[in-house]
């Protein structure tokens, strides 16, 4: 039969068996045709679908034309026509100066300051893609342009402040200048990374000795600091009280001042009113301004009486005769009645 088989197909003729065998391969055919065809289907299915995260932009591509797509959610696209390529939004960051895994300085950290002191600085930047088209198509590698910008802009800034101001109290400063000139610089640049923020993670000088020399430095400003306060603890309670003397002060003098202008214009209006008096009658008034002084000064006269020997003397105070008088109606009566006598017999 084998022989058979041979001699008809060299003559042109097939067998009944070798016509069956050529139908079983047509079967064959058609059903991996139309499994390539489901699969083709399935490829087509997938590819013309694309899905995008909370954290995510699309850029999507049609003959060359970029768009920017988003919406989170599922999205659709024309197979082998359209392409898509998708961009993290949220924050990211590198540092500058140090390795993050080893925690190690680096040669970036190395600066000057203006007064050309030498000190490693530390950073840390955050930063996210605001425009997902053009951190695609406007540079090759948008976070190493961003990179280069920052340490340009860091060694600028850093060198116009003195080394004390970068090593204790001029670090917001520092930061804040950074930061705007590194959003300038990416506004020019447009590469669609957006600065979120830039931070100072340590700064110190190069050697040991000179960081204990910063550090001793830096107690003695602590150590000023610490007793300006004291000073001013001690002023602000000092000065209410000397305040309050002070306008206590015031408070008499201006009373004093008052009283003395009133007692200057009671008696200027006193002096007006006796000499208007005086002209009136001179001599009349001259002999009342005498009593009325010599009652004024004769209480405190003490006389003294010298004895006609010379030898002793005897003090009479003139008040005490005054008040023995006052006190004493008989004499006074007595001094009257002598009066009135003496009146009757010189009458």
């Not at 405190?300 to 009486?305: A, G, M, N, R, T």
Request: with cysteine.
């Amino acid at each position: 039969m084998t022989n058979d088989s041979f001699r008809n197909r060299q003559n042109g003729f097939e067998t009944m068996d070798g016509g069956s065998k050529g139908k079983n391969n047509g079967g064959i055919g058609k059903i991996i045709g139309i499994v390539a065809t489901v699969l083709i289907l399935a490829i087509l299915a997938l590819s013309s679908t694309y899905q995008i995260r909370e954290q995510e932009q699309a850029v999507l591509i049609t003959l060359g034309k970029a768009q920017a797509v988003t919406d989170p959610g599922l999205h659709f696209k024309i197979p082998f026509i359209q392409q898509v390529k998708k961009v993290n939004t949220t924050i990211q960051g590198f540092a500058l100066g140090y390795n993050v895994e080893s925690n190690e300085g680096t040669d970036e950290s190395m600066m000057i300051t203006s007064d050309y002191n030498f000190v490693n600085v530390d950073f840390f930047v955050e930063y996210r893609y605001s425009d997902p088209v053009k951190a695609i198509y406007a540079s090759k590698d948008p976070v190493s342009i961003l990179r280069n910008i920052s340490q340009s802009c860091i060694r600028t800034v850093i060198g116009s402040y003195p080394v004390d101001d970068v090593l204790t109290t001029g670090k917001n400063e520092i930061q804040a200048a950074i930061k705007e000139m590194i959003i300038s610089r990416l506004e020019e640049q447009d590469i669609g990374v957006q600065l979120v923020n830039i931070t100072i993670q340590d700064s110190e000088p190069p050697t040991t000795e000179v960081m204990q020399a910063f550090k001793a430095v830096e107690t003695a400003k602590q150590g000023k600091e610490t007793a300006l306060n004291n000073a001013n603890k001690y002023r602000n309670e000092q000065l209410p009280t000397a305040q309050a003397k002070a306008d206590g002060i015031i408070k008499d003098a201006e009373a004093q001042k008052t009283e003395r202008i009133n007692e200057a214009t009671a008696q200027v209006a006193r002096f007006n009113a006796m000499y208007q008096e005086y002209i009136k009658n001179p001599a009349v008034t001259k002999q009342r301004m005498f009593f009325e002084t010599m009652e004024e000064v004769l209480p405190d006269l003490k006389v003294i009486i010298e004895s006609p020997s010379g030898e002793m003397q005897t003090f009479y105070p003139v008040e005490s005769f005054v008040s023995v008088e006052e006190n004493t109606p008989s004499k006074n009566n007595a001094s009257n009645n002598v009066n009135d006598s003496t009146t009757d017999t010189t009458n």
